[in-house]
């Protein structure tokens, strides 16, 4: 298993922006680092896995609902540091914007809710640092309709 605190090695994860209409789906996070804030689902791609194959799994584990990436939406650095200046965590996330095509919307275990959430309404929510920037993103990728910037196939 995969030490997530202070580990020897950055963690690469997986995260996905999936609209409905004028709204967004976020979980409410069940662990740490930043348990209790909302953000957006996802989770670490496990050995042997494609990106793709890792953000269709943790949508479905974290949320019920099966989607289909569909672009890059941002590739960044999360380096969170303890009190004494040790890395507690380091991820290195790629989040996809993400169209839902199936399921049911529940909360899987390792997340306390999950919702979709007008874009209005999101600067009242407690949300992990950058999300609402990657939304934003995503929101223009989706509108410009861009062409994909990951290929599995490559």
């Known amino acids: 298993m995969t030490r997530r605190k202070y580990p020897d090695r950055p963690l690469v994860g997986v995260g996905a922006v999936v609209f409905s209409n004028d709204n967004v ?19 670490l791609v496990k050995l042997g896995e494609t990106l793709e194959a890792a953000v269709r799994r943790e949508l479905l584990e974290e949320t019920g ?3 289909k990436p569909v ?16 890395i507690a965590y380091h991820y290195v996330l790629v989040d996809f914007l993400c169209e839902a095509v199936d ?29 609402l920037e990657v939304i934003r993103k995503a929101g223009e990728v989706q509108r410009a309709g861009c062409s994909a910037l990951y290929d599995p196939t490559l």
């Open 65 to 67: 609902l099966h989607v």
């Open 25 to 43: 789906l976020l979980v409410r996070r069940g662990r740490e680092p930043a348990y209790g804030l909302w953000s957006l689902p996802g989770g």
């Open 103 to 131: 399921g049911q919307l529940r909360p899987g275990s390792d997340v306390i809710a999950c919702a979709f959430f007008a874009l209005e309404a999101l600067h009242g929510l407690g949300l992990t640092r950058g999300v």
């Open 71 to 86: 672009h890059l939406v941002a590739c960044l650095d999360r380096v969170v540091k303890d009190a004494e200046g040790r």
